[in-house]
């Protein structure tokens, strides 16, 4: 690519908000090295990087949660201090997190009253109701502003967060991958609300490493690399994927992995009539029933709360249920989840640190934590310390896993480095059934395509797989079959799925298509 196009914008056209000569560090990383960056009023900029690129970091800048070393920020171009989210929101700036941070026992408009001054002696919810109610109908959201939050869907409670920042009066938005839980029918709603908050004036920063989205909906984009700006004010008319690709990660990345045909084997995993409650006590899993072969990838498509982590939890030993989950044979339900290691069973959580890994122990111990009964790692009782590291040193360099010692603490690594670290353990133990769970949430195209890669060579080597994600895109590109839950059932599924599916799964995973399941090669 030559270089960045004309802008949207005109010149003319005020800012909103910038950053001029940002510098943030943390022990052993310059996050932010002199970085400039603005929004225009009125547009939505999209904003792009590798994992530790900087992003984030700096969004918190602009959002109140850090404070640089250098450089500022400006707003409607008057300098502004920026100590606090509370100072970010009085200078019309809000952030809408990938983790909500909003009170689940609470209602909408109890929550959207959270942080503000007023009232400051009597509540009237009512009117706060209708407050509420007034703005989601300007704005083209639909929510219930009587609705306790735990009752509303995943993309529900994303709305009652815009609301949220919109009623306290910000005019620019930071929305932090904010498709990353959405059904696509959700997204193209969600497209829908932005553009005509743009079009009213407002301001949005656009978050996302879904490069075909950005595409879509940005007017300008911006890309970081290295805790630096190396493309800024992008025109997306006539940009490719490849491009920003290329731009993000500095090297060409595939647009689509290679897929070997693999005649799949016997049956590794079949899952018999399951049902599970989730951690409210309320049914998450009803009758479900499925099964996974040697060599095949069996994706799982539903939005998030529909049962599918409590799927995983269930078959990794990790939640009770009634019905079977047999392994080779062998009947592991309501078994402890040594069981399903010992079993075969390779576990990818969603929550890669609260799950996946120990965050203040180092590389070492989380890389051996499948390994630490077993030879050379033991020695009977004892644990060899120097077998440990040797291990730990081979994984992390054939998994590329970036981190200053072995020794470091994982919580220190990036998104993208703790999912390799978790990869790499659990594809060492050489599972014949890996579960993996939103395997490439929040990482970057360059690190998306070698997870990829991974999951591939595993199927080529005949370990059975259940992919369960959130991306559409990710399971038409890697799954054999894909199944659609929706309140806990299994309600369609298609065999040798491929683009021309996505409407029917989309209108599957939201219910659209009714509650009956298809049968059509339901296992």
Not at 28 to 47: K, P, S, Y
Not at 246 to 258: H, W, Y
Request: proline share 5%; with cysteine.
């Amino acid at each position: 690519m030559a270089g960045p196009e004309p802008l949207v914008n005109a010149p003319s056209t005020p800012l909103a908000i910038e950053a001029v000569g940002v510098v943030k560090s943390f022990p052993g990383v310059l996050a932010n090295d002199h970085v400039d960056f603005d929004v225009r009023q009125g547009e939505i900029h999209a904003l792009l990087g590798e994992n530790g690129a900087g992003k984030s970091t700096l969004m918190n800048v602009l959002a109140g949660l850090y404070r640089p070393e250098a450089g500022g920020v400006r707003v409607a171009g008057q300098a502004v201090d920026l100590r606090s989210p509370r100072d970010a929101i009085a200078a019309g700036i809000g952030m809408v997190h990938q983790h909500f941070t909003l009170v689940p026992s609470q209602t909408v408009a109890e929550n959207v009253l959270l942080g503000l001054d007023r009232p400051r002696f009597r509540l009237d919810l009512k009117r706060t109701e209708a407050e509420v109610a007034r703005l989601a109908a300007e704005i083209g959201l639909r929510v219930d502003p009587g609705a306790r939050v735990w009752q509303l869907s995943v993309g529900e409670q994303q709305r009652v967060e815009i609301i949220k920042l919109l009623f306290h009066g910000a005019r620019v938005l930071i929305l932090d991958e904010p498709t990353a839980v959405l059904a696509p029918q959700e997204t193209a709603e969600l497209f829908t609300t932005l553009r005509s908050m743009a079009d009213a004036g407002r301001s949005v920063v656009f978050i996302s490493h879904k490069l075909g989205e950005v595409l879509t909906i940005a007017d300008r984009i911006t890309v970081m690399r290295g805790g630096k700006v190396t493309a800024s004010g992008i025109d997306p008319r006539g940009v490719a994927r490849s491009d920003l690709a290329r731009l993000m990660v500095g090297r060409p990345v595939l647009e689509a992995l290679k897929r070997t045909a693999v005649e799949p084997g016997r049956v590794v995993l079949s899952v018999e009539d399951v049902s599970a409650h989730n951690d409210r006590g309320l049914p998450a899993l009803r009758g479900v029933s499925l099964q996974v072969r040697a060599g095949e990838i069996v994706g799982i498509a539903a939005v998030a709360g529909n049962g599918q982590s409590e799927l995983a939890q269930v078959i990794t030993g990790l939640r009770a249920c009634t019905g079977r989950v047999v392994v080779h044979g062998r009947n592991i339900a309501g078994r402890p989840s040594r069981v399903a290691i010992a079993s075969g069973v390779g576990h990818v959580p969603e929550d890669r640190a609260g799950v996946g890994s120990a965050p203040n122990l180092s590389l070492v111990d989380n890389l051996i934590l499948r390994r630490f009964r077993h030879a050379p790692v033991a020695r009977g009782p004892f644990h060899d310390e120097g077998a440990a590291r040797s291990k730990a040193q081979q994984l992390q360099v054939a998994y590329a896993i970036s981190a200053p010692t072995i020794n470091a603490p994982v919580r220190i690594l990036s998104g993208g480095n703790l999912q390799r670290l978790i990869l790499a353990r659990e594809i060492d133990s050489a599972p014949s059934l890996l579960v993996a769970v939103q395997p490439t949430r929040g990482l970057d195209v360059g690190a998306i395509e070698g997870v990829h890669q991974l999951l591939l060579d595993l199927r080529a080597q005949g370990t059975a797989l259940l992919l369960i994600s959130e991306e559409l895109e990710e399971l038409l590109a890697l799954a054999d079959r894909i199944l659609v839950m929706y309140e806990g059932r299994v309600t369609a599924a298609f065999d040798a799925p491929g683009v021309h599916h996505v409407d029917a799964i989309g209108l599957h995973m939201t219910g659209g298509a009714g509650a009956a399941p298809e049968e059509r090669g339901a296992r």
